[in-house]
């Protein structure tokens, strides 16, 4: 059998897409040895692409006839089908994975497509106009041409079914991972703790890690935040949000750096969010909408607990390791935090259910899975 899989993510500012791609890719090429795999990535990527995908004799890497820039991506956008259909002609490929979700419409090929969440569907206002109006359209096409669709959660699977009435069976639930090894101070060379973050040493802290942008919910934990600092005042606790500025982050950019004891980081480097998740007190999640939800995990393989969200597809993937609250209330978020700080016997329940937890998810796993979705379409 012959795979194609579309890599165009593969590149180093390809985000959460890049990963996955890396992960099952990688993945993949340590359990078939069988399968021919041809891995589609832009012109302007090659070079990555032979730096960070697997060298192994039945992958090889092609170059679509576009690159990264602004213009490259509404052109590809608009044409690429032409070029997919004269691939499928000349490699015949026998599969065709997009691990994003919408894909050309082939003549030959089984089609399979990864969604990993409609936050474009959702939560409009987090794309361009241009873009929204072509993923409205692209993303309804693809999933109703598609032959299979992969979801990460089962939360986003529900989502697919309800905008789209697709047919349960047509949609298999496959839960991403993450490589925790990548997690972990193992084999690293001493830190230096960065200048940014001295005034963090020896500080008591909880960590919050993502975009800055509504549906994270930050306004919410900063009132949670002042509550818990009103009933403590003799604590020393302080706030830590690492995260890039999204859409709409101005507001509650300004009460982050108005309040005492919030410390906004902004993007961090990978060492110094490490020394974060394994420093913290408690990790806080207030997001209110996840396709997965990966830094629980990320924290947890450092031993810290999380007090979470209850939505979206978070209790999917935090199980009973976590403390949740209403991400609406911010009396019940100032409890929980309250409960995961100061309630030693919680905390220690808690401590020892994140590994647990953690062992339900292998990319290996994922990829195995993957792979019988690409065999029952022979």
């Given at each position: 059998m012959k795979i194609a899989i579309n890599c165009i993510f593969c590149q180093p500012r390809g985000g959460g897409i890049r990963e996955y791609i890396y992960n099952v890719v990688s993945a993949l090429s340590r359990i078939d040895k069988e399968n021919e795999y041809i891995l589609y990535v832009l012109k302007d990527c090659v070079g990555y692409a032979h730096n960070v995908l697997p060298n192994v004799p039945n992958m090889s890497i092609k170059s679509v006839p576009y690159d990264s820039s602004r213009m490259s991506v509404i052109m590809r956008s608009l044409f690429s089908r032409r070029y997919w259909l004269k691939e499928e002609r000349e490699e015949q490929f026998d599969i065709f994975h997009s691990p994003f979700f919408h894909a050309p419409r082939l003549k030959h090929a089984k089609v399979i497509i990864t969604v990993h969440d409609l936050r474009f569907c959702r939560?409009?206002?987090?794309?361009?106009?241009?873009?929204?109006?072509?993923?409205?359209?692209?993303?309804?096409?693809?999933?109703?041409?598609?032959?299979?669709?992969?979801?990460?959660?089962?939360?986003?699977?529900?989502?697919?079914?309800?905008?789209?009435?697709?047919?349960?069976?047509?949609?298999?639930?496959?839960?991403?991972?993450?490589?925790?090894?990548?997690?972990?101070?193992?084999?690293?060379?001493?830190?230096?703790?960065?200048?940014?973050?001295?005034?963090?040493?020896?500080?008591?802290?909880?960590?919050?890690?993502?975009?800055?942008?509504?549906?994270?919910?930050?306004?919410?934990?900063?009132?949670?935040?002042?509550?818990?600092?009103?009933?403590?005042?003799?604590?020393?606790?302080?706030?830590?949000?690492?995260?890039?500025?999204?859409?709409h982050y101005e507001d509650v950019l300004k009460r982050m750096n108005a309040m005492p004891d919030v410390y906004y980081l902004d993007f961090v480097s990978r060492d110094l969010l490490l020394w974060l998740y394994q420093?913290?007190?408690?990790?806080?999640?207030?997001?209110?909408?996840?396709?997965?939800?990966?830094?629980?995990?990320?924290?947890?393989?450092?031993?810290?607990?999380?007090?979470?969200?209850?939505?979206?597809?978070?209790?999917?993937?935090?199980?009973?390791?976590?403390?949740?609250?209403?991400?609406?209330?911010?009396?019940?978020?100032?409890?929980?935090?309250?409960?995961?700080?100061?309630?030693?016997?919680?905390?220690?329940?808690?401590?020892?259910?994140?590994?647990?937890?953690?062992?339900?998810?292998?990319?290996?796993?994922?990829?195995?899975?993957?792979?019988?979705?690409?065999?029952?379409?022979?």
């Open positions: 939560y409009p206002s987090t794309y361009t106009l241009p873009r929204y109006l072509f993923l409205r359209t692209a993303v309804k096409n693809s999933i109703k041409q598609a032959d299979a669709i992969i979801t990460i959660s089962a939360f986003t699977k529900c989502e697919i079914m309800d905008v789209y009435k697709v047919d349960a069976g047509k949609i298999t639930v496959i839960h991403e991972a993450i490589n925790r090894e990548d997690f972990s101070n193992k084999n690293k060379k001493e830190y230096v703790l960065e200048d940014v973050a001295k005034p963090l040493e020896g500080k008591r802290f909880i960590l919050s890690v993502g975009h800055i942008e509504p549906r994270k919910n930050y306004d919410r934990l900063l009132d949670a935040f002042a509550l818990l600092k009103k009933k403590h005042q003799a604590d020393q606790v302080i706030l830590v949000v690492v995260g890039k500025k999204g859409h420093n913290a007190a408690l990790f806080a999640f207030p997001s209110y909408y996840e396709g997965f939800g990966f830094p629980p995990l990320e924290a947890a393989c450092f031993g810290t607990i999380s007090a979470v969200s209850n939505s979206s597809s978070i209790p999917e993937v935090c199980g009973n390791s976590v403390a949740y609250f209403n991400p609406f209330s911010v009396e019940e978020m100032e409890m929980t935090l309250e409960q995961c700080l100061f309630d030693e016997a919680f905390i220690a329940e808690k401590k020892a259910l994140l590994i647990p937890n953690l062992d339900r998810f292998s990319w290996d796993k994922n990829a195995g899975e993957t792979l019988k979705i690409y065999q029952s379409l022979q």
